[in-house]
């Protein structure tokens, strides 16, 4: 199966900043990587699929970046709303597989 | 607006079967995927499997292969999972959602059903 090692697993950071996280397949996957937004409680949300493209919806404040077996999701000017747990997920192989997801706090 | 709305979860004791539904509304359900997504608590999302959309072609995690059969019911608009000999490590809220092929992106998901297996 193909792994997903999302980096960091948690980070701090204040409204207004800009954070990214990270995420590495364990083999080329193209563009087929897509990004969740999870609050507590919650359903998961799709933000990015295909590794760039904006979901209907989604404020642009959220980009995606990447391809082969490096992906990453950049959250610009982050608003209260955006504190939650980012997952990334591989669509490539047909045993599709997430990452173990990145708790992004308030600081 | 779509919905979908998940049902049938539970407590089950471990080896016991349990079968999940996924009602869905305010879309053309033929024309997708449908995927079921697990969470244990506390713990991040575990893909569990996925039909496609004539219901003829089916995927499954290894873990819950041979275990678990999911299906579909183009007449009523809901995807289902069968799920047999379950085991503690299956406790978890189960989502189903909606899906696209080119890129398995997931678009659309429930508020999920929980499962719990324990004696």
């Known amino acids: 199966d193909i792994q997903m090692t999302q980096s960091p697993s948690s980070l701090s950071a204040s409204v207004g900043d800009r954070v990214s996280i990270t995420c590495r397949a364990s083999?080329?996957?193209?563009?087929?990587v897509n990004w969740y937004q999870q609050g507590p409680g919650k359903a998961p949300r799709l933000l990015i699929y295909?590794?760039?493209t904006l979901q209907g919806g989604v404020p642009s404040r959220f980009s995606g970046s990447g391809s082969g077996t490096e992906f990453t999701l950049t959250i610009n000017s982050l608003q209260p709303e955006d504190f939650a747990t980012y997952y990334c997920?591989?669509?490539?192989?047909?045993?599709?597989?997430f990452g173990q997801g990145t708790r992004l706090d308030i600081k | 607006e779509v919905q979908l709305v998940e049902s049938g979860g539970g407590l089950v004791q471990p080896g016991g079967s349990l079968k999940l539904s996924c009602a869905t509304s305010g879309f053309t359900f033929i024309h997708y995927v449908m995927t079921w997504v697990r969470q244990p608590p506390g713990k991040g999302l575990e893909w569990v499997a996925t039909i496609n959309s004539a219901g003829d072609f089916m995927d499954y995690a290894a873990s819950m292969k041979g275990r678990f059969t999911i299906s579909r019911d183009n007449a009523k608009n809901t995807v289902h999972l069968q799920m047999d000999s379950l085991r503690d490590a299956d406790t978890a809220l189960y989502f189903c959602?909606?899906?696209?092929?080119?890129?398995?992106?997931?678009?659309?998901w429930g508020q999920g059903t929980l499962v719990t297996v324990s004696s």
């Open positions: 295909a590794a760039t």
């Open positions: 083999e080329e996957i193209s563009s087929y």
């Open positions: 997920q591989q669509g490539y192989s047909n045993i599709i597989t």
């Open positions: 959602a909606r899906g696209q092929p080119q890129f398995a992106q997931f678009e659309s």
